[in-house]
């Protein structure tokens, strides 16, 4: 990459990506204030993604920047409606590899959920055939880049460009990752079968989607397919269980003066009342983690803070 020889190319990128977070949220979100409520107020959209999460436009509030530090600024902005109020966070701890766990049924995988271990070191310590003390950052950071990956139907050569590593190599990784989840292997292979068969994958609450691609000629769009019916069963459940969780918090926060405010995928957020913070944050836990019953638990971490920005975690 230029920007890594070259200190003029660095600044280049630099000044791009200060330049689009200037002109997308800095310079356009205060032009959508709401001039009776003055606040920003996004529409939520239930049919336009295939695998069922609800999408935000007008402002996408979805796509506030987390990755850098510059655009994670932005979050600051986003406060409680009184002072005195906090914002909490609620967000599903991977939740959709813990459903990977219960439908593939992996042995392996559901004792490390059951077990409450750090998921990606687990992982790491199996493939790299390590002690899960002796995992270093780095082979934490590729078994995090696989755990994702195969939830998504990720090959040796992405692998490979996402970790920084040949594709030989990526996919010596991913083949010891079926070799200690061998359960998971079979699960996928199932998917994308059933899907060959039927034209169509289900998610747990049998929400059905059609793949029509599955059974192309053309090698690039059947595969494209083939990731479809893997990870359309596992995202898919995901989203159908923050929704009926929603639906279920709306009901218990109508007695409250605290509300739900945005979801961001795996995340709800809400604007809690002062008094209410100690009421609320049992509320949305219990509705969160009970929503479905799987076959490993269902965590939520919870925080909560003075903007969008800076929060902590609450102790459960």
Known sequence: ?????????????????????????????????????KKIHTSFNQTITQTGRLS?????????????????????????EQTSGFLVSADYSQIELRILAHLSEDRTLL???????????????????????????QMRYSAKAINFGIVYGMGAFKLSKEIGVNVATADTF????????????TYLDRCIEEAKKNG?????MNRIRYI??????????????ERIAVNTPLQGAAADMIKIAMNNIHEKLKAFKSK????VHDELVFDVHCNE??????????????????????????????????????EQ
């Open 174 to 185: 991913i083949k010891n990752y079926f070799k200690r989840y061998p359960s998971v292997k």
């Open 277 to 314: 913070l100690e009421k609320i944050i049992p509320i949305i836990k219990h509705e969160m983690e009970n929503v479905v019953s799987l076959k490993v638990p269902i965590t939520v971490n919870i925080k909560k803070g003075k903007n969008w920005m800076y929060m902590e975690d609450i």
């Open 56 to 80: 935000s436009s007008y402002p996408n509030l979805q796509n506030i920047p987390i990755r850098t530090e510059e655009g994670r600024k932005i979050r600051e902005a986003f406060i409680p």
């Open 111 to 137: 004792d490390a959920f059951k077990k409450n271990m750090d998921i990606h070191s687990y992982t790491a310590s199996l493939v790299y055939d390590v002690a899960i003390n002796d995992v270093t950052p």
């Open 260 to 263: 739900m405010v945005l979801q």
């Open 200 to 204: 169509y994958v289900k998610t747990m």
């Open 212 to 225: 029509p691609e599955i059974n192309s000629p053309n090698f690039r769009m059947r595969g494209f397919a």
């Open 1 to 37: 990459m230029l920007a890594q020889q070259s200190d003029f190319a660095k600044k280049m990128l630099d000044y791009r990506g200060l330049a689009k977070l200037k002109s997308t949220y800095v310079d356009a979100l205060p032009e959508l204030l709401n001039k009776k409520t």
